[in-house]
């Protein structure tokens, strides 16, 4: 057993006391100290989303601007922009299979603010390869709409039904600034 005895009767008291005080002050201390950490935190992290959403903001105008000057095909004329289109697609459907017969230009209109450029365009391209050739035709800058699409599929024997290549004719749209 322990040999230590109180003298004095409230010091047990006391004792306890100041063991409960101190710990409650040095927890008060910890969490204080926790918390004005937290708020530094709260306060980096607000000021990299603000720097994010100036980011964002600019790279928006700016794809918006580049988006603007690359829907438009550019020409001194309407033809001459119309044979720009025409070399852009030609160049789109090589990369992508598709065998041209047919290549040539439309009506071009006036279409208020803008020319819209009219090329019709035939040929033959493995199935295979449609969907990537009609993914890239719908990413493509300047802008290009397909204003009506006729695919066909040649009749063959059941030996080769697969790999038949479908015809196309497809009737385009670009546009150019007045």
Do not use: C
């Amino acid at each position: 057993m322990s040999t230590f005895v109180f003298r004095d009767p409230n010091a047990p008291r006391r004792t306890v006391l100041g063991l409960a005080t101190g710990v409650g002050v040095a927890g008060l201390l910890i969490a204080v100290a926790l918390w004005s950490g937290l708020q530094r935190q709260a306060t980096g992290l607000t000021d990299l989303r603000d720097t994010i959403a100036r980011g964002e903001a600019a790279t928006a105008s700016q794809a918006q601007r580049q988006a603007n000057e690359v829907s438009f095909y550019i020409g001194d004329t309407p033809q001459l922009a119309q044979t720009e289109m025409q070399s852009d697609m030609q160049a789109l459907a090589e990369d992508h299979g598709l065998k041209l017969e047919v290549i040539r230009a439309d009506a071009i209109e006036d279409a208020g603010s803008q020319i819209r450029l009219g090329l019709i365009l035939n040929g033959v391209i493995p199935e295979a390869n449609l969907g990537t050739f009609m993914t890239q035709l719908e990413a493509h800058r300047p802008m290009i709409l397909v204003d009506e699409i006729d695919l066909r599929r040649a009749r063959t024997s059941a030996r080769n039904a697969d790999t038949r290549p479908l015809a196309m004719q497809l009737k385009l749209s670009g546009f150019a600034e007045r």
